[in-house]
């Protein structure tokens, strides 16, 4: 069974950069993935994703702020956020595209002054 584990979270003030990763057990090649987040009292979303090829697609809110990549051979996915605000604050997970693994236990990102 794939497991996932996800890092780098903490707290950061508006304005600020913070980058996850992600460890995958498995193989992610030929694997889309992706990058979710829930928010208190909010319905998990998705927030970034990447094809096999590279290609990726974002969250309107994110768009221009945040960036997901890759790295097959390390079987690694990571969310580069910059310009971080307080909406954003929320537990984040990534998974497979559609999330078909079970989940990790997320990263906990908070942006607040």
């Known amino acids: 069974q794939v497991q996932l584990v996800e890092s780098g979270g903490g707290l950061v003030q508006p304005g600020g950069s913070l980058r996850l990763s992600c460890t995958v057990s498995g193989t992610i090649f030929g694997i889309y993935m992706a990058w979710y987040r829930q928010a208190p009292g909010k319905q998990r979303e998705l927030v970034a994703r990447i094809t096999t090829g590279r290609s990726t697609m974002y969250l309107d809110s994110v768009k221009g702020r945040f960036t997901i990549s890759r790295d097959n051979v390390n079987g690694a996915v990571y969310l580069q956020m910059d310009r971080l605000k307080p909406e954003d604050t929320a537990v984040y997970y990534c998974?497979?595209?559609?999330?078909?693994?079970?989940w990790g236990q997320g990263t906990q990102v908070t942006v607040s002054s």
């Open positions: 998974n497979n595209y559609p999330s078909t693994w079970s």
